[in-house]
């Protein structure tokens, strides 16, 4: 088998270094290339290349950085392109998407994970309208919510903190904006500490609070205005931010809760709210509203222990279970307590599995969900095959394609002596 070529394109040689010390026990061991003039890239792509995957650097994390790798791609389609950058590119999504990469790595990054994109981008070459397809926005799905009537609402719960109920939220918006092209709003109900805004940096100019101060309290001149009180993320997702101070949370009672969500899910196709970890009655209210109740948990005995007594709850209040979906977050082996151990106290069985994962951080500083700025990463995948049951079955099988890592076993490691 040739070896494979890489070029490495940043006007510095340290990512060139370390790519080659990160990939010597690669078998076979690839060439690396680099290329620290950004302006002579069509020169040395055309003296000696073709080259297998690009992996662009830092010095192209701008507009027209951007721009230039596009029209690369556009030209040589069968060479995977990796970007990593040290911080987000000041570009929107779409800039970032239209380049086609197959990754997105944000430095400084440890040798395995930058090994593994690579390897990653070496496998996907030659096949990488497949791979590109990943990134792009998908054809219009079959409807999944009656056009035109009170939109679904998916309600994000635990019953301890730091279960990643935000990070849940703000990718499964994501994931309904990208599957079904409807219109989406989160609703930041955690109302003291509310972190979506944060999550995606935006920086709302209007939030909750301020949408139940207008003078007209018309329950339709609210539904006619609250979009105006939402800010759009880049990806299409909209959001209604909690309140700015933890005082103004204070003044805002169920009833509020109800107006506020009614006012949202008549305004748009669907409707995600990430909640406080509490049953509070603000999230009682949301509670009565909501179609679908995700309620997470994490691998440690308190999470666990707090999710029975939360379910137990719900029961009482008369939730139905058939609308209720169990998530486990964060799991990882060696911690004392093991995956099994915990499904069996639950028969209703966890809708996803989710491990750590790195591509989460990079994903948050970013300010992006991970399932856009990472799509074939494993947590992705995860997400995608429980999140994907809410969707009719044709667009299930096109989630299941975009987000299964393609495997071809071409590239193995040298045994150590």
Do not use: W
């Not at 106290?345 to 990472?374: C, D, H, T, W």
């Amino acid at each position: 088998m040739a070896a494979p070529k890489i070029l490495v394109l940043d006007r510095s040689e340290s990512l060139a270094q370390q790519l080659r010390v990160a990939m010597a026990d690669v078998t076979p061991k690839p060439l690396i290339v680099p290329c620290a003039r950004v302006g002579s890239v069509a020169e040395v792509l055309e003296d000696e290349g073709p080259f297998d995957v690009l992996v662009a650097g830092p010095s192209l994390g701008t507009r027209s950085g951007l721009a230039r790798l596009r029209l690369i791609r556009e030209e040589l389609p069968a060479m995977s392109l990796v970007l990593a950058f040290s911080r987000r590119p000041d570009a929107s999504l779409r800039d970032i998407v239209r380049t086609g990469a197959v990754d997105l790595l944000q430095l400084p990054i440890d040798d395995k994970e930058l090994t593994e994109a690579v390897e990653r981008g070496l496998e996907l070459a030659g096949t990488l309208p497949a791979a590109a397809a990943l990134a792009q926005p998908p054809a219009p799905a079959a409807p999944v919510a009656t056009a035109g009537g009170p939109a679904t609402v998916y309600t994000i719960a635990s019953a301890t903190g730091g279960c990643g109920k935000t990070f849940y939220a703000t990718n499964l918006a994501y994931f309904l904006t990208r599957y079904t092209q409807r219109r989406v709003c989160i609703v930041d109900l955690d109302l003291q500490f509310g972190e979506v805004s944060t999550a995606l940096r935006l920086r709302p100019k209007y939030t909750i609070f301020d949408a139940l101060q207008r003078e007209d309290t018309d329950e339709a001149d609210l539904q006619a205005h609250i979009e105006e009180y939402c800010v759009q993320h880049e990806t299409g997702v909209s959001v209604l931010a909690a309140p700015r101070e933890p005082s103004e949370a204070d003044r805002i009672n169920p009833p509020d809760v109800t107006r506020i969500l009614e006012a949202v899910r008549n305004s748009f196709d669907f409707v995600i709210v990430d909640t406080p970890p509490a049953l509070a009655e603000t999230v009682l209210a949301a509670f009565d509203l909501s179609d679908m109740l995700y309620v997470m948990c994490t691998l440690d005995l308190p999470s666990v222990r707090n999710m029975s007594v939360f379910l137990g709850t719900l029961e009482r209040l008369k939730v139905p279970t058939d609308n209720v979906r169990l998530v486990l977050n964060k799991a990882e082996s060696d911690v004392g307590i093991d995956i099994e151990q915990v499904t069996k106290l639950f028969p209703q069985g966890f809708e996803s599995v989710l491990p750590y994962a790195k591509e989460v951080s990079r994903s948050i500083n970013l300010g992006m969900p991970v399932m856009a700025a990472s799509p074939t990463a494993e947590i992705s995948s995860l997400m995608a095959g429980g999140m994907k049951l809410v969707l009719p079955d044709d667009v299930q099988a096109r989630v299941h394609a975009d987000t299964t890592p393609k495997k071809t076993g071409l590239f193995r490691r040298k045994a150590k002596a």
